[in-house]
Antibody, heavy 120, light 107 residues
Framework: QVQLKESGPGLVQPSQTLSLTCTVSGFSLTSYNVHWVRQPTGKGLEWMGVIWTGGSTDYNSALKSRLSISRDTSKSQVFLKMNSLQTEDIATYYC??????????????WGQGASVTVSS | DIQMTQSPASLSASLGETVSIECLASEDIYSYLAWYQQKPGKSPQLLIYAANRLQDGVPSRFSGSGSGTQYSLKISGMQPEDEGDYFCLQGSKFPLTFGSGTKLEIK
């Protein structure tokens, strides 16, 4: 059974760094990509980036200067770090499994989401 | 970035009615298009990918069509459980971009 679960602090102070972990089960990180997507409350979805099966990454250019995605395959975990958080970063953050080429963009399983607030 | 213009923003349909949601891409996306349903407080669920391929387990009343820049999702016979938000996603170029969403309600 494919599962993804996000974890991390729900509250981050302004200008500080957000760190989230996505723990997956039911599939291998060396066989499937993992995307990060965020959604401000009541608004649409924004793709943040992806870590490929080989470990390389691609990021949304709008976030690239602040964003880092990495993984630990032995622990089946993917990590998101984003610095210089501001109130516009308040959102629910999802990790999602991406299918294999050519459907790499298709996210077929999603985590439950991690709600992040930015406040002092 | 490729812009995905989704319409309508909201839609009200009677049970059994057929409804359509459209996504217009700012350039050709070569059928790299997926559709998602999202219910309140839940994560998105994949319905359609590659413009017209039905994801396993999704009811056959859902169908997708289109090519080039124009794509649509059709629900043939609205059911109560189809209420929710619907989003399209393009995968032709990075960054991946989503449509702004359609809120579908029962009339």
């Amino acid at each position: 059974q494919v599962q993804l679960k996000e974890s991390g602090p729900g509250l981050v102070q302004p200008s500080q760094t957000l760190s989230l972990t996505c723990t997956v089960s039911g599939f291998s990180l060396t066989s499937y990509n993992v995307h990060w997507v965020r959604q401000p409350t009541g608004k649409g979805l924004e793709w943040m980036g992806v870590i490929w099966t080989g470990g390389s990454t691609d990021y949304n250019s709008a976030l690239k200067s602040r964003l880092s995605i990495s993984r630990d395959t032995s622990k089946s975990q993917v990590f998101l770090k984003m610095n210089s958080l501001q109130t516009e970063d308040i959102a629910t953050y999802y990790c999602a499994r991406g299918l294999q080429w050519p459907h790499y963009y298709v996210m077929d399983a999603w985590g439950q989401g991690a709600s992040v607030t930015v406040s002092s | 970035d490729i812009q995905m213009t989704q319409s309508p923003a909201s839609l009200s349909a009677s049970l059994g009615e057929t409804v359509s949601i459209e996504c217009l891409a700012s350039e050709d996306i070569y059928s790299y298009l997926a559709w998602y349903q999202q219910k309140p407080g839940k994560s998105p669920q994949l319905l359609i990918y590659a413009a017209n391929r039905l994801q396993d387990g999704v009811p056959s009343r859902f169908s997708g069509s289109g090519s080039g820049t124009q794509y649509s999702l059709k629900i043939s016979g609205m059911q109560p459980e189809d209420e929710g938000d619907y989003f399209c996603l393009q995968g032709s170029k990075f960054p991946l971009t989503f449509g702004s969403g359609t809120k579908l309600e029962i009339k």
